[in-house]
């Protein structure tokens, strides 16, 4: 069976999305493997295995093209209010908190925020299927 280890995402400035993970989301650099044209930077936390890998190609000045086929990252929290009011004290402009609902079920309650590539980030309240 196999097993979900990271995903990556391409970003412009090592110390600005290295210095928001931490903020936001408690990840922290696990590994750092620096090569010519490129560097790799493992992020996670005790919470899980699972791992954001930050690849930064040396001497890239654009942003990147986040085109219209990626859709987002989605981590979990125990409280969501707590988390938003966290978030938005950090300057990070989160958007406003959701309650989504089917048929007067509760289903996800989350708000979304950006990183600084423009990367969307779906933060969910631990509930149901969202643990």
């Not at 928001?20 to 992020?43: G, N």
């Not at 295995?49 to 690849?55: A, G, K």
């Not at 908190?97 to 950006?114: C, N, P, S």
């Amino acid at each position: 069976m196999a097993k979900t280890i990271h995903s990556m995402i391409r970003v412009l400035d090592e110390k600005r999305s290295v210095e928001f993970y931490s903020k936001a989301f408690d990840l922290q650099v696990a590994d750092r493997l620096d090569f010519e044209s490129f560097t790799l930077v493992y992020l996670s936390n005790s919470e899980q295995e699972f791992e954001l890998e930050l690849t930064i190609n040396k001497g890239r000045t654009d942003a990147y093209n986040l085109g219209d086929g990626y859709g987002h990252l989605a981590v979990s929290v125990t409280d969501i209010d707590a988390e938003h009011k966290r978030i938005t004290a950090l300057g990070y402009n989160p958007k406003d908190i959701v309650e989504f609902e089917r048929d007067g079920t509760l289903i996800a309650k989350f708000f979304f925020i950006k990183d600084p590539d423009g990367y969307d980030i779906e933060v969910l309240q631990r509930h149901g299927r969202f643990k």
